[in-house]
């Protein structure tokens, strides 16, 4: 059984009565909780072959609304957010400096149903904490006795390397070379369609590379543009674009990006080879 869907189902124990009408906002705790994943794998960086860092400290903005309805709620769910993300480091063999902790905060420049995800790592309180019962030293967990110091900056090539802002808040690695042999492509519906050109129109106009057939798309609503990295631009739509929950007009994609375009949801895939 995955991570996210082992979290819903715990959270689906809390989800009764009053506590449920929370989770009627338009952000739903499972969108973080992706996000968060996402959050730890751009954001790793390797130490050695036995161990690869990840942050241990999130902060996740919400909009006034959300927030509100969200706030009360805050202790219970971030412990939830952060056990998944301590899952998740488990299955991807991730190393934290300290605890896990999941913060939620207003941010009044986001409109209901946006958010965004900072993360940082910080060191725990004790110098060299051990692992914790049942862990093996240089796995998942704290780092072990002995472990090196924190680097002031991650090693060459490692994928918290060379970094830059990406939509949403997220740190988004800036892969190596010139994009060469790279595979990318995007689903809309279940249909895959790959894109084999510098650049990929989107919208509802029969001239556009990629139809979509939607009230809310514009004739020419975007365009994905492929590169180290490839980002989307919006074209001047009318309802705009939103990329990873942030509305915006261009962003830095990555593998597995969530476009919503209209009432329509685009996955943004690219892999080696």
């Not at 706030?71 to 400096?97: H, I, N």
């Not at 914790?132 to 090196?148: E, H, I, L, N, S």
């Not at 490839?230 to 476009?259: E, M």
């Amino acid at each position: 059984m995955g991570v996210l869907k082992r979290f819903e189902q715990r959270l689906e124990g809390l989800v009764n009565g009053t506590f449920a009408k929370v989770f009627k906002s338009e952000v739903q705790p499972v969108e973080i909780a992706g996000a968060l994943q996402r959050e730890c794998d751009n954001n790793a960086t390797i130490w050695n072959r036995e161990r690869t860092v990840v942050p241990n400290d999130f902060i996740v903005e919400l909009s006034s609304g959300d927030y509100e309805r969200l706030s009360p709620y805050s202790g219970q769910l971030g412990d939830e957010l952060a056990g998944l993300v301590r899952d998740y480091a488990k299955q991807q063999r991730y190393t934290f400096m300290g605890p896990i902790k999941v913060h939620l905060e207003k941010a009044d420049d986001l409109d209901t149903g946006l958010y965004r995800v900072r993360s940082r790592t910080l060191a725990a309180s004790t110098s060299q904490p051990q692992p914790a019962p049942g862990q093996q030293q240089g796995g998942y967990g704290y780092p072990p006795v002995g472990a090196p110091p924190m680097p002031s900056s991650p090693p060459p090539g490692a994928p918290g390397g060379q970094r830059r802002p990406a939509a949403g808040g997220h740190v988004a690695p800036v892969p190596g070379g010139g994009g060469q042999g790279v595979r990318r492509w995007i689903e809309i519906n279940g249909t895959r369609h790959q894109i084999s050109r510098p650049t990929l129109v989107l919208g509802r106009s029969t001239e556009a590379d990629v139809r979509i057939d939607d009230p809310g798309v514009s004739r020419r609503h975007c365009e994905i543009r492929t590169g180290t990295p490839s980002t989307i631009q919006d074209l001047g739509s009318t309802n705009g674009i939103v990329v990873d929950g942030q509305h915006t007009t261009r962003a830095t994609l990555r593998d597995g990006s969530r476009i919503v375009v209209g009432s329509t949801t685009i996955i943004y895939r690219q892999a080696e080879g």
